[in-house]
């Protein structure tokens, strides 16, 4: 079982990002690939998934999140795209809140999270989450304006991002409205605050 890895980000997209380690291209489905730098040497926290005709890498930006990761996928109705689609909001404290609130309705804005399934994360981890290392925080680069007029880029890798963590093209398009003014000098910057507006909603 892997740990973790501590290789060169070679590339970056919406879907995953790909670590090289001694010659040797590690394929990771993440949470937020904006978040890591290409062509840095980064340490990335993984997990093994292994199905019948399937074998899977996940990525982790810090030991939290893989906890976190561990967490989610022990409920049942809880598959490893929905737990990265949580974790992608980068609100660790907001998630535990609401499981300790009973706050199913806060739980339900996640793609493919149900009232039957936030019962559930409610039921198996309220209480639970005392364990997890405290997460490195985001830059918060919302109020970051750009020199130049490149934000369109951004903001297209931001909602193809959202696509890949399970969330509909209406909302994304309700999202992608509401960040009509907003300027930012990163993907990660317009993720993090279309996650934000959807969990607002």
Known sequence: MYE???????????????V??????????????FRYEEN???????????????????????LAEKQ???????VSGIGPKSALAILATN????????INADDEAYLTKFPSIGKKTAKQIILDLKGKMDDIETPTPMVDQ??????????QPYLKEALEAML?????????????????????????AYLSAALKLVLKK
């Open 68 to 74: 976190l990761f561990l967490k989610l996928i022990s």
């Open 40 to 62: 840095t040497t980064q340490k990335v926290y993984v997990y093994q998934a292994v199905r019948e005709n399937d074998v899977t890498l996940y990525g982790f930006y810090d």
């Open 20 to 33: 090289e380690v001694n010659g040797i291209g590690y394929q990771l489905q993440v949470a937020n690939p």
């Open 164 to 188: 890949s963590l399970g969330y509909t093209k209406t909302e994304v398009k309700k999202v992608s409205q509401k960040l009509k003014d907003f300027q930012a000098d990163s993907t990660d």
């Open 4 to 18: 973790y890895l501590i290789g060169k980000i070679t590339a970056i997209n919406p879907h995953y990002i790909v």
């Open 142 to 151: 919302q109020n970051l304006a750009l020199d130049f007029d490149n934000e």
């Open 91 to 98: 609100d660790q404290g907001g998630f535990v809140a609401a």
